[in-house]
């Protein structure tokens, strides 16, 4: 589970607060004369003056998101302040929007992904998955990518990357030492670049995988509040899709690096003894080990069983079906989702004892230390990012903007789909995903009503594209994280990376247009009855 995702250089998981270059600077000053301008200047809906007032404020936190101009987290308490001052929502309704199920889903996988982190369980993994694939060149760039994208599916790629890297220096290490500089060169880079891509694609194939699928999950449920149960995404559905885009990505992307851009030569083994030394060192496994794996299998199991997988002619049951008439709504609706199963899996392992005989390790499998440890700037940026969604369905911007592109009704929505993917993923080579994903889901909504056509043909795309950043090493953590260690030129980067991203926006195209339209029931010469009934249900803005 990606803590995030894809935003670049501590850009993301540090709050974006480091380096003040002069597009900070510059995009601080922009943002604050597009929100002046437009309050004093704009008149986007004449009948409805708390348009134009939040498009001031869509725009300022734009420009900031885009260019740092600020951290992150700070722009994103932005909602807090301008709401209420400019009559779109009260402060009472705002500071709600920031926490959510959402959230807790967010914050009770990341403590699960944390105690595989302080066990060091994800190592095991990692060891296992390269012992079982092999060790000839190819063989070797394939098991570092599969266990990079497993473990991303579930724990940061942040943390992935830095242990998976830290592998990876071994390795590379005993091939120099074997082989010399020279001739392991294109295996290096292929090695490192895996790693990066394998984090990334990873991400994708899961809701928890990174913050822009929770982000859409969330962003569409304020966008269409009326949408019934069976149109929000379960995480087993959205793994119908994300998975086989995963797998497809995997391949493809260690072809290109093993027999396109750096085939290495075959006699390059890796000596077995190297990963069983490292696993040997990991020791026995342990109680605490066991344990988080349990917890992990169950949690997963629990999360993709929960709720009815429809697959075609047949109907999986989810087990929430057996839960106690108080589970229910009167509408005979589940009161219980994805968040609630986090959190309790999570509160489990406050519970069981460690039984580590180190006497520095904590007494039980997660403590105290483990609330320093979420990224709480995360949570703001996705609250921040959902209090702009509801703004824009508050001061019927959503409304306006879709109107704007009422035309596109009847365009090849084949092209739009593509065009949108292109935009997001070159967008966010330079710009955090999340927050991307956020200024732009509620601006696709009402683009897809203005369309007549399904939501999910827009939305689901972009947020698949905004994790497909593989060009700079500024895109993403995993690409910085191994820029970082000093093997890797910029040029080697971005050669490969310009064409996976082509790649990427064909295979997410295609893929959405076979897979996901059976996967998510989509119609796209149709739009539903609930989202056309959300042009004429907004909730009006405070100010007339």
Same mark, same amino acid.
């Given at each position: 589970m990606s803590a995030e995702s894809s935003s670049a250089t501590q850009h993301e998981i540090e709050g974006a607060g480091g380096s003040k270059g002069i597009a900070s600077r510059l995009g601080f000053w922009l943002g604050l004369a597009a929100f002046v301008g437009i309050l004093l200047w704009g008149n986007l809906d004449p009948d409805r003056p *708390?348009? %134009?007032? =939040? +498009?001031?404020?869509?725009? @300022? =936190?734009?420009i900031w998101w885009i260019t740092d101009a600020i951290p992150l987290a700070a722009t994103a308490l932005v909602p807090l302040v301008a709401f209420p001052i400019l009559g779109i929502m009260s402060g009472k309704e705002t500071a709600?929007?920031? !926490?959510?199920? #959402? !959230?807790?889903? $967010?914050?009770? +996988?990341?403590? !699960?992904?944390l105690a595989m982190e302080r066990w060091q369980l994800h190592r095991r993994i990692a060891l296992r998955i390269i012992q079982l694939i092999g060790s000839s060149p190819a063989r070797l760039v394939l098991s570092f990518m599969v266990a990079s994208a497993f473990l991303s599916m579930w724990i940061s790629n942040t943390a992935t990357a830095i242990m998976m890297?830290?592998?990876?220096?071994?390795? &590379?290490?005993?091939?120099?030492?074997?082989?010399?500089?020279?001739?392991?060169?294109?295996? %290096?880079?292929? @090695?490192?670049? /895996? !790693?990066?891509?394998?984090?990334?694609?990873?991400? =994708?194939?899961?809701?928890?995988?990174?913050?822009?699928?929770?982000?859409?999950?969330?962003?569409?449920? &304020?966008?269409?509040?009326n949408s019934p149960p069976? *149109?929000?995404?379960?995480?087993?559905?959205? =793994?119908?899709?994300?998975?086989?885009i995963m797998l497809v990505m995997l391949v493809i992307i260690w072809a290109l690096l093993t027999q396109v851009f750096f085939r290495s030569p075959a006699d390059l083994r890796l000596s077995s003894d190297v990963i069983r030394d490292e696993y040997r060192a990991l020791g026995s496994i342990r109680f605490c080990e066991v344990a988080v794996l349990i917890v992990f299998a169950a949690t997963a199991a629990l999360w993709v069983f929960r709720s009815d997988l429809n697959l075609g002619g047949f109907t999986l049951p989810g087990w929430?079906?057996? @839960?106690?008439?108080?589970?229910?709504?009167?509408?005979?609706? #589940?009161?219980?989702?994805?968040? %609630?199963?986090a959190m309790a899996m999570a509160l489990l392992l406050f519970l069981i004892p460690s039984r580590s005989s180190d006497s520095q390790a904590p007494s039980r499998i997660l403590d105290i230390d483990v609330f320093r440890r979420i990224p709480w700037h995360i949570v703001l940026l996705f609250g921040g990012g959902f209090a702009l969604a509801n703004g824009f369905k508050a001061s019927g911007l959503s409304d306006f903007i879709g109107g704007q592109f009422s035309s596109l009704a009847g365009a090849p929505p084949i092209v739009v789909v593509a065009s949108i993917c292109g935009v997001l993923t070159f967008m966010t080579e330079l710009t955090s995903n999340t927050a991307t994903t956020e200024m732009a889901m509620p601006i696709l909504a009402s683009v897809a009503v203005a369309m007549k056509t399904h939501p999910y043909l827009l939305m689901i795309p972009a947020t698949l594209s905004a994790s497909c950043a593989f060009m700079m090493p500024v895109a993403t953590p995993p690409n910085a994280i191994? $820029? +970082?260690? +000093?093997r890797l030129k910029i040029l080697d980067m971005v050669k490969i990376g310009f064409l996976i991203n082509l790649i990427g926006i064909l295979v997410i #195209?295609?893929?959405?247009?076979?897979? /996901?339209?059976?996967a998510f029931h989509i119609d796209p010469s149709e739009v539903p009855d609930w989202a056309v009934k959300e042009t004429s249900t907004n909730a009006p803005a405070l100010v007339p």
């Open positions: *708390a348009v %134009t007032r =939040m +498009g001031a404020v869509a725009a @300022l =936190m734009a709600p929007v920031y !926490i959510n199920d #959402t !959230i807790f889903l $967010f914050v009770g +996988g990341f403590m !699960i992904a890297l830290a592998i990876g220096m071994a390795i &590379i290490a005993e091939e120099e030492a074997r082989f010399g500089k020279e001739r392991t060169h294109k295996l %290096t880079i292929a @090695l490192l670049l /895996g !790693i990066a891509y394998g984090c990334s694609v990873g991400g =994708m194939a899961t809701l928890v995988g990174t913050p822009p699928n929770l982000s859409f999950v969330r962003l569409f449920a &304020i966008a269409f509040p069976e *149109a929000r995404i379960s995480f087993a559905q959205w =793994m119908l899709l994300g998975v086989p929430s079906r057996l @839960l106690p008439a108080t589970a229910f709504d009167a509408d005979g609706r #589940t009161l219980l989702d994805d968040g %609630t199963v191994v $820029f +970082g260690s +000093g #195209t295609v893929l959405f247009y076979t897979v /996901g339209f059976w």
